[in-house]
């Protein structure tokens, strides 16, 4: 399923409404959550039945789209479920909380109907809202399954178009890559591209920065620090639209590139090495690289590439010529040499060479794969290592959320 996701322009009536709406959401959410502690029997049907009664009971809630209440039963259902699966890996889990504080429910979800899209005109319609004008600045290609409204902690509105997507299929290239993924550099390959965390990002956490600490010297719900927070959620918005576009970018041009690229499960490799502070800028490369595997799997998967996962052993201190596993590496270590071969590479070169051998081994080996294997690469000496290669940010890729 991809997202679209476009800005729309609600009058300052809609925006209202939908805020009413929001809040009868959570609400709603609370009743179906506390129906369900006092009688744990309860079914997803059951509490579906439930929003019956508690519309006699609380007649505002037909103003909202029936659908978008029963959409609340379903987000109930799925927390229930994630929890349990997070009980189930070992995890301390409590009970689900209620939503206690106001503008805790954060969207209108309308699954299936009770929206139209007027591409034409450029309006949004809402069943028990109206029409709100929407930039639609690219096309929808696919099933629109749905639509979910947004307000940010700035006060923007979004419609996230939930699309089916549709398979295109890309010629075959004959190639196959691994990437090693990481803090330091973002991704360096098996071809020797090195690409960095893009410049605009740190300059966007240095802002960041600068606006938390401005928020902290306001005085809480203040005019000044209410200007100071929307400030600062801006900066977010703005950081995190610079990722996505950062990140699909990467993606396509893997995609474009290799019919096979091998990458290491994220879920098992410790990306935070050692790392005892939690700092907002670590935390956001470390998602970012989570994101980025998820956005590379979705385009890998509808251009009919394929994504192999390996697990990740050894991948940076196994020598990619010899296969001689050293003892320590450190992270400041930014060159493997290998005592006994004498190879001198790139730590991550070295990494990403090993990633690909283990993905063509492991992914390769079988039969009935889309394309043929190919040799190993050839071993780069250090010194014809290309890092810091601009990325080819011109080519301009569709702009996706995932
Ligand atoms: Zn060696």
């Not at 659908?67 to 109930?76: A, E, S, Y």
Request: net charge positive.
């Amino acid at each position: 399923m991809l997202a679209y996701r476009f800005r729309i322009y609600p009058s300052k009536t809609q925006q209202e409404t939908m805020l009413q709406h929001m809040e009868l959401c959570r609400w709603l959410y609370n009743q179906l959550l506390k129906a369900k502690r006092e009688n744990p029997n309860l079914r997803k049907y059951d509490t579906q039945r439930l929003i019956v009664e508690l519309k006699k009971e609380n007649p505002k809630l037909n103003s909202v789209y029936s659908k978008v209440l029963q959409m609340v039963n379903h987000q109930l259902w799925s927390n229930l479920t994630a929890l349990k699966e997070l009980k189930k890996k070992g995890h301390k889990v409590g009970k689900l909380r209620y939503k206690t504080s106001p503008n805790s429910w954060k969207i209108l979800n309308y699954n299936q109907s009770g929206f139209k899209l007027d591409e034409k005109r450029k309006r949004l319609h809402l069943s028990k809202i109206g029409e709100i004008p929407i930039k639609l600045h690219r096309r929808i290609k696919g099933k629109v399954k749905g639509v979910i409204i947004k307000r940010t902690r700035s006060g923007k509105w979004y419609a996230i178009f939930q699309v089916e997507e549709e398979p295109e299929p890309l010629p075959k290239t004959g190639r196959a890559v691994g990437i090693d993924l990481g803090v330091k550099h973002f991704a360096v390959d098996s071809d020797g591209n090195a690409f960095e965390n893009p410049l605009f990002l740190e300059k966007s956490l240095e802002r960041i920065k600068k606006l938390q600490r401005q928020l902290s010297k306001k005085q809480k719900g203040s005019k000044n620090w209410e200007k100071a927070r929307v400030k600062l959620a801006k900066a977010y918005e703005k950081l995190y639209n610079q990722r996505r576009d950062f990140l699909h970018k990467l993606a396509l041009y893997y995609v474009r590139n290799y019919d096979i690229i091998v990458l290491e499960d994220l879920g098992a490799k410790n990306i935070v090495e050692n790392n005892s502070s939690r700092s907002f800028r670590r935390r956001f490369l470390d998602s970012a690289l989570k994101e980025f595997v998820k956005i590379l799997s979705d385009k890998a998967g509808r251009a009919g590439r394929r994504v192999v996962f390996i697990k990740s052993a050894y991948t940076s201190r196994t020598c990619s010529r010899c296969g001689f596993v050293v003892e320590k590496l450190k992270l400041s270590d930014r060159v493997f040499a290998c005592p006994k071969c004498g190879v001198e590479l790139d730590r991550d070169l070295n990494a990403s060479f090993n990633i690909l051998k283990k993905g063509l081994d492991e992914g390769l080996g079988r039969p009935g794969l889309p394309v043929e294997g190919r040799p190993l690469p050839r071993v780069v000496p250090y010194q014809a290592v290309v890092t810091g290669q601009v990325f080819p940010m011109k080519q301009e890729a569709p702009k996706r959320v995932g």
